[in-house]
């Protein structure tokens, strides 16, 4: 069965600084895709960035980006420059090349304090 | 444009009593999401359509819980004799096709499911 791990229920960081959110899966494909959504108190999720399994190269979307690692089965989110605004749950999620379902993580809450 | 809007944003209903919660997904995508966030089960995928093939229910939890997709746009889902534990968010979401990995699904703002 796939499944997604968060093992930060909660993280602070200080603004401007850099933060990483952990995020390790669990399946047999070979083709997939990892997700990261941001979910502010308002309740709607907000796609952040996108890493398909057979990237080569880790995904970037301006403060965001995705350390891909294969092997280890990881894809965890570093928000660079971090900002009060940043505060949120931040899920992250898997897609499997056969199916349109997204299964997410439990989620990770981040409080960026000034 | 218009993103994917949901309605009503709050809903409190007794026990036994039956529900309707509606999705209007972004013009043109031709895939529509339900899924469900709850405190103890987190989010959970419960049913996808993709143009007019057959929908993928396979993430609905009984057979209390229906969705249907009318002219390819809007989607309602219903929640016959329910109960307590269907307390939770229901999101919809909406991308441009299904059977695309890359595909980021974008989502409503929820409609919040009380129970009594």
């Known amino acids: 069965a796939q499944k997604i791990t968060q093992t930060q229920p909660g993280m602070f960081v200080q603004e401007k600084e850099a933060v990483t959110l952990d995020c390790t899966y669990d399946t047999s494909d070979q083709s997939y895709g990892l997700f990261w959504y941001k979910q502010p108190s308002s309740g709607e999720m907000i796609f952040l960035i996108y890493q398909g399994s057979y990237d080569e190269q880790n995904a970037t979307e301006g403060r965001y980006s995705l350390n891909f690692q294969k092997a280890r089965k990881s894809a965890n989110l570093v928000i660079s420059a971090s900002q009060l605004g940043d505060s949120a749950m931040y899920f992250c999620a898997m897609r499997r090349y056969n199916t349109d379902k997204l299964i997410f993580g439990t989620g990770t809450r981040l409080q960026v304090f000034p | 444009g218009a993103g994917v809007s949901q309605s009503p944003s709050n809903k409190v209903t007794e026990k036994g009593k039956d529900v309707e919660l509606r999705c209007d997904p972004i013009s043109g995508h031709t895939a529509l999401y339900w899924y469900r966030q709850s405190l103890g089960q987190g989010l959970e995928f419960l049913i996808y359509?993709?143009?007019?093939?057959?929908?993928?229910k396979s993430g609905l939890p009984s057979d209390r819980f229906s969705a249907e997709r009318t002219g390819g746009s809007v989607s309602t889902l219903t929640i016959q004799r329910t109960q307590q534990e269907d307390s939770a968010v229901y999101l919809c979401a909406s991308s441009i096709k299904a059977g695309v990995i890359y595909n980021e699904q974008f989502f409503g703002p929820g409609t919040r499911l009380t129970v009594l």
């Open positions: 359509f993709q143009g007019n093939s057959a929908p993928d």
